[in-house]
């Protein structure tokens, strides 16, 4: 680990990837960013799925979700967000425990797909836990 830690990226414009193609549930952008973009070319955050026993997910699973280096342009920002895909029915969504992602498990994946300089911390604006690497 180096000190002081790497700095919390700064990205103007976050795509959202998840692997639900009908988004149920509305999910905050992190960076203090307004509202996630529809452009093609901005960075990528990565909402991973929520598995049917709710346990967080292994190492394999994430590599499952995680898009590969040369799919995004040399020197994206990729963010893996910590809390998984919420549960769509509201009552699902109030009796069930959010579920997260360990940065471990996060930050593996990313050196195990080739991504470099991988960070993690927690988003002070949005209280997201993150981790992060570029292309």
Do not use: C, N, Q
Request: net charge positive.
């Amino acid at each position: 680990m180096t000190w002081p830690p790497p700095p919390l990226p700064a990205p103007a414009a976050l795509r959202l990837l998840r692997k639900s193609p009908t988004p149920r549930v509305t999910v905050v952008p992190p960076f203090g960013l307004g509202s996630w973009s529809d452009k093609g070319d901005a960075d990528a955050a990565l909402l991973l799925a929520r598995g049917p026993d709710d346990d967080p997910p292994t190492l394999a699973a994430v590599l499952s979700e995680l898009p590969l280096v040369t799919a995004l342009g040399a020197g994206s920002l990729l963010v893996i967000l910590g809390e998984l895909e919420p549960s769509g029915a509201l009552l699902g969504r109030l009796l069930r425990s959010k579920v997260r992602a360990p940065r471990s498990v996060r930050s593996s994946a990313l050196l195990a797909r080739g991504y470099k300089r991988i960070g993690a911390a927690v988003d002070p604006k949005s209280g997201a836990d993150l981790v992060w690497g570029h292309a």
